[in-house]
């Protein structure tokens, strides 16, 4: 549990991994929150992983839960803590959910909170922190027909309609992630740092994947814009 103005939250760490990586410390026992591995033996790929804990987490009652990859990993100093941080900053700033942007790509846009939360000009899902308002406002992940490309694309389009709309984190125009997230946590890709010397699927297998879901990301991207920005768990798991 983590306590903010008196008032507990049950917070959750979700972590997706196909088994190959050795997972990092995710500091749940310091931080008071509880610790979900989903192992993708199947290879299903990393929008069903997501789906999977995220619906779990929603299931059994959390307030908020952090999604990650296995290669996004906390870097805080010992005496703070980065569980308590996001929980504090999204219920004392009533924020929704918070992603991660591309550090050496995405540009800022703007803040919120006297700078307490950025806005940038993009954002990507190996790094998610959710709450039951997010879920109960865009839903699942739509997953596509091959394993890997484009999910992670139409969850954020998703989430920026409902912001358009005014219907999640305050209707603010860009993607929310708190200021001291940049220092807070370290996502290996951005930095080719990976500590192994192999990935979860070759170059080529990805791009493969991601050319074989082409026609029916841009069918489902406009789905969205056109104002669908619900996909319920059954609804996205489908994978039409």
Partial sequence: ???????????????????????????????GADLKVFMDSDRKGPGFGRNTLIKSFYDEGY?????????????????????????????????????????????IIGSDSNGEVLLFDS????????????IETVGYI????????YEDTLYLFMIVEAQRKGLLNKGVYGVACPSKAL???????????????????????????????????EFMKVKIMEGKHYFSFEEAMRAE
């Avoid at 703070?80 to 540009?107: G, H, L, Q």
Wanted: hydrophobic share 35%.
């Fill in 123 to 134: 954002g990507l899902i190996q790094f998610l922190f959710c709450s039951r308002k997010m």
């Fill in 142 to 149: 739509p997953l596509l027909p091959s394993r890997y490309g």
């Fill in 1 to 31: 549990m983590i306590t903010i103005q008196d008032k507990n939250f049950k917070v959750g760490v979700g972590v997706i991994t196909t088994g190959k990586r050795p997972l990092p410390d995710y500091r749940t026992e310091q931080g």
């Fill in 183 to 217: 220092c807070y946590l370290h996502p290996a890709d951005m930095y080719a740092d990976n500590t192994t010397a192999f990935h979860n699927m070759s170059f080529e297998e990805k791009e493969a994947s991601i050319s074989s879901n082409k026609d029916y990301f």
């Fill in 63 to 107: 307030d908020y839960w952090f999604i990650f990859d296995d290669d996004v990993y906390p870097t805080e100093p010992s005496h703070v803590s980065y569980i308590k941080y996001f929980t504090d900053v999204a219920y004392k700033n009533n924020f929704d959910c918070f992603m991660s942007p591309e550090f050496f790509r995405d540009s």
